[in-house]
């Protein structure tokens, strides 16, 4: 667990950094991955604390704020609150993986073949850039079609980050 700690508007005490460290670790028992979280520290108005902790789990952002007149306190709050959080994604995530089909068992993988839906494809001649204007007409995820200069067999699909790729087969000689 990678724990930095900033301070604001206040100076640099080292006991309050280590009271800080130790309550946050008692987080990673919730997950399974490391986290890297971001704690800071403020003082609002001369006699108001107030903490600020940030991180990312599985790509969502896990943030919260307390603001007390003690930050012995805040830092006790705060992580009653990052807790219910926390149990509350594993909960959702548990029931999640619950609701998954279960894989099907080897005896019966063995009896059927594994394809369920076989369909042809015409694959009509054209260039990869009109391809991908119909990619995003049609709204499929993928389009297969044929190189109307090379006669090869090509895929267009759009990836995660909105760009597509291209994937030719080569062409053997006859």
Known sequence: ?????????????????????????????????????HVVLSMEKKYRHRIDVMFTLNGIVINA?????????????????????LNKYRDKLKKYREGKPKPASSSQEKK???????????????????????????????????DSEKGNVCVVYKRKDGNFSLIETARKPL
Request: glycine share 2%; proline share 3%; no cysteine.
């Open 1 to 37: 667990m990678d724990i930095t700690i900033s301070f604001r508007h206040i100076e640099h005490d080292e006991n309050i950094k280590k009271y800080v460290e130790e309550k946050i670790t008692r987080l990673q028992k919730y997950v399974e991955i490391p986290l890297d979280v």
């Open 65 to 85: 704020h307390q603001v007390m007149d003690d930050m012995h306190a805040a830092v006790d709050k705060i992580l009653d609150k990052l807790e219910r959080r």
């Open 112 to 146: 059927g073949s594994k394809i369920i839906i076989a369909k042809t494809i015409d694959a009509k001649p054209m260039d990869p850039e009109e391809a991908v204007m119909q990619l995003e007409a049609s709204g499929d995820s993928f389009m297969i079609f044929r």
